[in-house]
């Protein structure tokens, strides 16, 4: 066997090792990755406060650094003090409710009188199940949470030197042109984060006013999650407005027809105002590519694919647009 033929070999086990690998260890692979992403997001803001001038004071990286974690560090205490608590409550009576909401569905909407009422209750029971599920799971989140910020710390302090050592992996002839790819895809990242989080607050506010003028319960839990959910681009306001319709359901029809209306007109009004000025700079992405990409992320790794999936797109169509497209359009010009 000739020497090319063991590298060809070698080289297939170690794409299979190097695969096997990925997979075992993906969660913390997509926690890095998703540490990685939300520093090349918010480093813009280190910038930012460096450039405060106090007197003589002029704020090094590593106080910029610090003052941006402790922030976002009191901002998240903050909202574990104050938030969560009333969250945690109103979700935890929704799922002891549940199954009484369901056994009495028959008495709000008439073509439910032939709902088998034992198998609702069994069906309400699961949920409650899951609910408690959930909980326990928190612990873990908040640990995974906890230990993303600390390997966002790292990735800001070594960014810089980071992005110096992949460029210069590449011959030099390319490293000027790989340089401006990459700064211009998290440019299009930061972009794409800054307005999802404006749309996120508009869509939670006005939830939040509409839910609370209709008198629907938990109208509190319902417009928090509308607000985080709406982070994951039309799957999240969906799933939000499906789960208000249900607590609306149960309540009174009125209400229900009170939610899709305000859906209605909302989703019209985002389409049609809120997105193209919010957006107008953001990622480039036609609406069929968002879909993809959501189906893609999520199916791979669950929420937090979805949640990552869309500014992953955004940077694979800079590169696309950069390597491919250019260069097939300079062909034909050729």
Same mark, same amino acid.
């Given at each position: 066997?000739?020497?090319?033929?063991?590298?060809?070999?070698?080289?297939?086990?170690?794409?299979?090792?190097?695969?096997?690998?990925?997979?075992?260890?993906?969660?913390?692979? /997509? /926690? *890095?990755?998703?540490?990685?992403?939300?520093?090349?997001?918010?480093?813009?803001?280190?910038?930012?406060?460096?450039?405060?001038?106090?007197?003589?004071?002029?704020?090094?990286?590593?106080?910029?650094?610090?003052?941006?974690?402790?922030?976002?560090?009191?901002?998240?205490?903050?909202?574990?003090?104050?938030?969560?608590?009333?969250?945690?409550?109103?979700?935890?009576?929704?799922?002891?409710?549940?199954?009484?909401?369901?056994?009495?569905?028959?008495?709000?909407?008439?073509?439910?009188?032939?709902?088998?009422?034992?198998?609702?209750?069994?069906?309400?029971?699961?949920?409650?199940?899951?609910?408690?599920?959930?909980?326990?799971?928190?612990?873990?989140? *908040?640990?995974?949470?906890?230990?993303?910020?600390?390997?966002?710390?790292?990735?800001?302090?070594?960014?810089?030197?980071?992005?110096?050592?992949?460029?210069? /992996?590449?011959?030099?002839?390319?490293?000027?042109?790989?340089?401006?790819? /990459?700064?211009?895809?998290?440019?299009?990242?930061?972009?794409?984060?800054?307005?999802?989080?404006?749309?996120?607050?508009?869509?939670?506010?006005?939830?939040?006013?509409?839910?609370?003028?209709?008198?629907?319960?938990?109208?509190?839990?319902?417009?928090?999650?509308?607000?985080?959910?709406?982070?994951?681009?039309?799957?999240?306001?969906?799933?939000?407005?499906?789960?208000?319709?249900?607590?609306?359901?149960?309540?009174?029809?009125?209400?229900?027809?009170?939610?899709?209306?305000?859906?209605?007109?909302?989703?019209?009004?985002?389409?049609?105002?809120?997105?193209?000025?919010?957006?107008?700079?953001?990622?480039?992405?036609?609406?069929?590519?968002?879909?993809?990409?959501?189906?893609?992320?999520?199916?791979?790794?669950?929420?937090?694919?979805?949640?990552?999936?869309?500014?992953?797109?955004?940077?694979?169509?800079?590169?696309?647009?950069?390597?491919?497209?250019?260069?097939?359009?300079?062909?034909?010009?050729?």
């Amino acid at each position: 066997m000739g020497k090319n033929h063991r590298s060809d070999i070698l080289f297939f086990f170690g794409v299979l090792l190097l695969g096997w690998f990925a997979y075992t260890a993906r969660d913390v692979l /997509l /926690l *890095i990755y998703v540490s990685a992403l939300f520093a090349v997001v918010i480093s813009p803001a280190i910038r930012l406060i460096r450039k405060i001038r106090i007197n003589s004071f002029r704020p090094g990286r590593g106080f910029a650094i610090t003052v941006l974690m402790l922030s976002l560090v009191l901002a998240l205490t903050v909202f574990l003090i104050f938030a969560v608590p009333p969250i945690y409550y109103n979700a935890r009576e929704f799922a002891s409710e549940w199954p009484h909401h369901l056994a009495s569905l028959s008495h709000t909407i008439p073509f439910a009188q032939n709902m088998n009422a034992t198998e609702l209750q069994a069906y309400g029971a699961e949920i409650v199940g899951g609910a408690a599920g959930l909980f326990r799971n928190v612990a873990g989140g *908040i640990f995974g949470l906890f230990t993303g910020i600390i390997l966002t710390v790292y990735f800001i302090i070594d960014g810089p030197r980071a992005f110096h050592w992949t460029v210069s /992996l590449f011959p030099v002839k390319h490293q000027e042109r790989l340089a401006n790819t /990459l700064l211009r895809a998290e440019r299009r990242m930061r972009n794409w984060l800054v307005g999802q989080t404006l749309l996120m607050l508009t869509f939670g506010l006005a939830s939040f006013v509409v839910y609370f003028a209709l008198g629907i319960k938990y109208f509190y839990v319902l417009a928090m999650y509308a607000f985080l959910a709406n982070i994951i681009p039309i799957v999240g306001q969906l799933s939000s407005i499906v789960l208000a319709c249900t607590v609306a359901l149960f309540d009174s029809p009125h209400k229900l027809v009170g939610v899709l209306i305000f859906y209605a007109v909302y989703a019209q009004l985002e389409s049609g105002f809120l997105t193209p000025r919010i957006m107008k700079s953001t990622v480039d992405l036609s609406p069929l590519a968002v879909i993809i990409a959501l189906v893609t992320g999520g199916a791979l790794a669950g929420i937090l694919g979805a949640l990552v999936s869309v500014p992953t797109a955004a940077l694979i169509s800079v590169f696309v647009d950069e390597y491919l497209v250019k260069r097939k359009s300079a062909s034909v010009a050729a």
